[in-house]
T-cell receptor, first 116, second 116 residues
Framework: AQSVSQHNHHVILSEAASLELGCNYS??????LFWYVQYPGQHLQLLLK??????LVKGIKGFEAEFIKSKFSFNLRKPSVQWSDTAEYFC??????????????FGIGTKLQVIP | GAGVSQSPSNKVTEKGKDVELRCDPI?????LYWYRQSLGQGLEFLIY????????KSGLPSDRFSAERTGGSVSTLTIQRTQQEDSAVYLC??????????????FGEGSRLTVL
């Protein structure tokens, strides 16, 4: 079964610091990769996704993620965080095979706290 | 509305009672997921419906949990004989599951269940 690992469960940063959240997945075939964000009191929403093409994906609010197939990784980055980035971030993967697409699997999430 | 709608938003029940949680997905979305979000537990997959295929029930924690999706649209998650450990936020998400949209989930606001 596919699995998604997020290595940092709780991250605390000061404003303007750089952010990198790790995500690794276990499946070696063709995958679609996602980062979702849940701001306090809000529902989960898509931050960015990788389907094909350029492995460096840019999302909303200055976030980006790089798909490195050889490392089975899809790390999320932002060069300078803001207090408003305080949220929980979830990495997710769905894999494609001959039977079609499989269900989306989520990582456990990383809580990011940005200190003003 | 255009988004995923869940009801009730909050439910408080007594241990041993049955509860039903409803999800109305985005019109035309073929895939529907139920997840459970507990404090510190991330997103726990419960069940996945995709078109007319048999649902993937592999995430249901016990036989007290069941779900239906009628007419390929509205879904109901039923928890029988609720226990205190069932207390959580139950999230529904839908997806178009075609091409580059595959895996892009649209989440509802969730149903917060408290079992006393």
């Amino acid at each position: 079964a596919q699995s998604v690992s997020q290595h940092n469960h709780h991250v605390i940063l000061s404003e303007a610091a750089s952010l990198e959240l790790g995500c690794n997945y276990s499946y070696g075939g063709t995958v679609n990769l996602f980062w979702y964000v849940q701001y306090p009191g809000q529902h989960l929403q898509l931050l960015l996704k990788y389907f094909s093409g350029d492995p460096l994906v840019k999302g909303i609010k200055g976030f980006e993620a790089e798909f490195i197939k050889s490392k089975f990784s899809f790390n999320l980055r932002k060069p300078s965080v803001q207090w408003s980035d305080t949220a929980e971030y979830f990495c997710a993967v769905t894999r494609r095979n001959s039977g079609g697409y499989q269900k989306v699997t989520f990582g456990i999430g990383t809580k990011l706290q940005v200190i003003p | 509305g255009a988004g995923v709608s869940q009801s009730p938003s909050n439910k408080v029940t007594e241990k041993g009672k049955d509860v039903e949680l409803r999800c109305d997905p985005i019109s035309g979305h073929t895939a529907l997921y139920w997840y459970r979000q507990s404090l510190g537990q991330g997103l726990e997959f419960l069940i996945y419906f995709q078109g007319n295929s048999a649902p993937d029930k592999s995430g249901l924690p016990s036989d007290r949990f069941s779900a239906e999706r009628t007419g390929g649209s509205v879904s109901t998650l039923t928890i029988q004989r609720t226990q205190q450990e069932d207390s959580a936020v139950y999230l529904c998400a839908s997806s178009l599951h075609q091409g580059s949209n595959t895996g892009e989930l649209f989440f509802g606001e969730g149903s917060r269940l408290t079992v006393l």
